[in-house]
């Protein structure tokens, strides 16, 4: 039983010096989990019932009307719209698992864990919850699919693939974009020498806090964010609200059609993983165009094995891709091999700095002539 934590010695208890004893152990049934292994499955199979309470606290605006403290149930479920009597059940029972408090009986606030949820939190996690609570959940709803196919179940639940979907439905697209500008942006930029970059484009660039962070630390440096619609209207309102919109050109397309070309420098940052090998071979394809022989290219990725991994954190963000898209995340190696099959050499790969807590590593990489 591999990860219960049981040592295989454990079982054989008191008799397990004597030798009739010991085969009769080696063929009996395995051993009863251990009460706190038992204990940690149950915590396991009833988690997705608290992460659904959080992702309600989210939708049903409840985080942000127990934002300012706590509040009586009827007070909230009148506010929310939601039926009191159902509401305090859940609230009574993300209580007891920690997530809200009961100040007092029937008065209701939010504790640190929970905080983020809240729309008007600082570094709010709303949006995440909401679409943790959406589309990946009834994605994962789906697992047996993606285990007998190998294909998304995503497509399965909702009749197209992701982005498509995103382009069809706005507001979900909005809640991405929103949750995915939480992903801070990663550390292991900075050991990438940027100074005598004129233009950076930022491929797949999201709401723009990379560009937003590059320009105000790159003065001299103009910026291209290419996305879809909806992440470059959040771009340009980010980086207007910045002060910065002005040093760049915003691109509406895909970057499976061609680039703007003359960048100095292309970043693709958390692009690749989300897309499988011929699919990110086009990516890369259409930016080796743009480049035509000149200028750096920076993948920035989590990498499966070596100094990027980070235990966990990456085996399950990687569970989410292959759910939910056609990627993966890839090993060092993976990423050199891809790299190399598009026309690319790798000049550098910069692991995340230890005390940033960010998992992607940055691989620079020029066209090969
Ligand atoms: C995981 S997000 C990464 C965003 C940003 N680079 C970051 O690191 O926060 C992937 C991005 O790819 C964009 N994207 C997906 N399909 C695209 C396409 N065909 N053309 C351009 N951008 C696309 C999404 O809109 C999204 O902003």
New binding site residues.
Partial sequence: MTGTGQPAAASGGGSAGAGPDRSAAASGPPPAPAAADRARLHEILTATWLAQGCYALAKLGLADLMAAGPRPVADLAGASGTDARALSRMLRALAAAGLVAEAVPGVFGLTPVSAPLAASAPRSSHDAAIMFGEEVFRSFADIVYTLRTGQPAFDKAYGRPF?DY?DGSPEA?RT??AA??E?P??ASLSECDLSAARIIA??????G??LNRVLRTNRGARGVL???P??VAQARARLTTAGLAERVEFVE?????PLPPGADVY?????L??WGDEDASRVLGRVRDAMGGHGRLIV?EELLEGAGRTGAGGTVGDLLILLMLSGCDRTRQEYLSLLDRNGFSVAAVHPPPERAGHPESAIEAVPRR
């Fill in positions: 982005y995103l697209a991405f974009s995915m500008g992903a942006v990663p930022d491929i797949g660039g999201g709401n806090r990379l290419v996305d879809l909806l992440a397309g895909s970057f499976f059609g970043v693709l940052c958390r692009v993983h989300n920035l």
